[in-house]
């Protein structure tokens, strides 16, 4: 019997044949029109609006800038599946590069959103695109709890001895050493201050699984620089014990050891994604992904900036700068010879050869706000004074797109004064 199944891709309408069978009254209800943010609990691949078609007018579902796979129905057995809408994306590619240079302030978890309580969903491609960036970013924390040191605490030991050390066990003591006429050992538990910690342990064996999930990239261009982190992240837990204890593990935030949480959250999604695996083949399937949503705008918004640091310095691009209007520009480009004010736009930029008309709108505001102005280091007192600062809408560049060298200020757009478009090259297999 075939699966029922939908897959389409981004910003693609659900034909009405494809959902019969389910609730739509119940499915409309379930879904989240917030795009700012994902909710567990929700439906957030796919709206219900009207057809974009002014012929039509014909409402319907309709996927827009999110990738993933979810369940459409209650008892969790119609699956939807959102493919990226540019073909052959290197998913590794973008994850490495933005958090390469990602700070904790830039929130890189915010772009996707992963619900381990439900049902996994059976694909191929999306494994290919969760697993890298599941692996990349718990490697990168891994990376720095190894360089600042492993936590150490309190680990109880149980040994026999020939003196004692802490406290005697006088059960097992009895059981082992007097009964047995070894009056010359004593059996004692006692703590020890070590590195060999249950938290540790978790996040070895997490290291473990994520090792043989690089081995499947082997044909990556890649490939070298994660087995080469995995293995010093590796070596950095010689100390710590190959056992674990299969359950969740908190901690305790510390300043000193703030990266501890998220990885051990993401050393969580690893070995349960190993459990789904193991469980799939049990019922002779393959590829199975916890249901999971990936904002792709958010995804193109955090590489964009990868690039900006990359070209004009870290501390010279400021990202979602609050401005006094409530406006939020996604970068600033504070150089001390460019003064730039930059958007991102993961879609669809011009109509009939020009920048959209909306968005021009949007970012000249953007040019316009005095505590924007201010944080470029620009003197507002005198209004007529201030000079009129460049913008720039940054896309993904189109099929039939000539590629050219990353430079913000390269298209200026000819019904607009110090007013720009750049293309930015998504990396594909």
Not at 370 to 395: F, Q, R
Request: aromatic letters at 12%; a positive charge; charged letters at 30%.
């Amino acid at each position: 019997m075939k699966l029922w199944k939908i897959t389409i891709t981004e910003h693609q309408k659900i034909e009405p044949k494809d959902l019969t069978g389910l609730n739509l009254d119940w499915l409309k209800g379930r879904i989240n029109y917030n795009t700012s943010c994902f909710v567990t609990s929700k439906i957030n691949l796919i709206r219900y609006e009207f057809d974009p078609n002014p012929k039509f007018f014909k409402d319907g579902f309709y996927s827009y800038f999110r990738i993933g796979a979810e369940w459409l129905d209650k008892g969790q057995t119609k699956p939807l599946i959102v493919l990226p809408k540019i073909p052959q994306i290197d998913f590794i590619e973008m994850f490495m590069t933005c958090l390469r240079s990602s700070t904790p302030q830039d929130n890189f978890s915010a772009i996707y959103d992963i619900d381990l309580d439900a049902k996994p969903i059976q694909s191929k491609v999306l494994n290919s695109i969760l697993s890298p960036l599941l692996v990349v970013q718990f490697l990168l924390l891994v990376k720095q709890i190894a360089d600042r040191g492993l936590r150490r605490g309190y680990v109880v030991r149980e040994e026999n001895l020939g003196k004692v050390k802490g406290r005697i066990d006088f059960r097992k003591n009895e059981i082992r050493n007097i009964l047995a006429g070894h009056k010359e050992r004593v059996y004692c538990r006692y703590d020890e201050f070590s590195v060999d910690t249950a938290e540790n342990r978790y996040l070895k064996r997490a290291l473990v699984v994520a090792s043989y999930m690089i081995s499947l990239m082997s044909e990556h261009k890649s490939y070298s620089t994660l087995y080469a982190l995995c293995s010093q992240c590796l070596s950095a837990f010689n100390e710590v014990s190959d056992t674990y204890e299969d359950f969740p593990i908190f901690t305790r935030n510390n300043k000193l050891y703030r990266e501890y949480s998220d990885a051990l959250r993401f050393a969580r999604m690893i070995i349960r994604k190993e459990e789904m695996a193991i469980n799939s083949r049990d019922e002779n399937t393959f590829d199975v992904v916890p249901v999971f949503r990936i904002d792709m705008a958010l995804l193109f918004e955090h590489y964009v900036l990868a690039k900006l640091r990359k070209k004009y310095g870290r501390n010279n691009v400021i990202y979602q700068k609050k401005g006094g209007n409530a406006f939020y520009p996604d970068y600033l480009i504070n150089g001390p010879e460019q003064k730039v004010i930059a958007d991102s736009k993961y879609t669809e930029l011009y109509d009939d050869g020009e920048a959209k008309g909306d968005y021009i709108k949007q970012l000249c505001g953007y040019a316009r706000d005095i505590k924007l102005l201010k944080e470029l280091g620009i003197d507002c007192s005198d209004p007529d004074a201030v000079p009129i600062v460049p913008c720039t809408l940054i896309y993904p560049l189109r099929p039939n797109e000539i590629k050219t060298d990353f430079d913000i200020l390269a298209n200026p757009n000819r019904k607009t004064i110090r007013f720009y478009t750049s293309s930015v090259e998504i990396p594909t297999i």
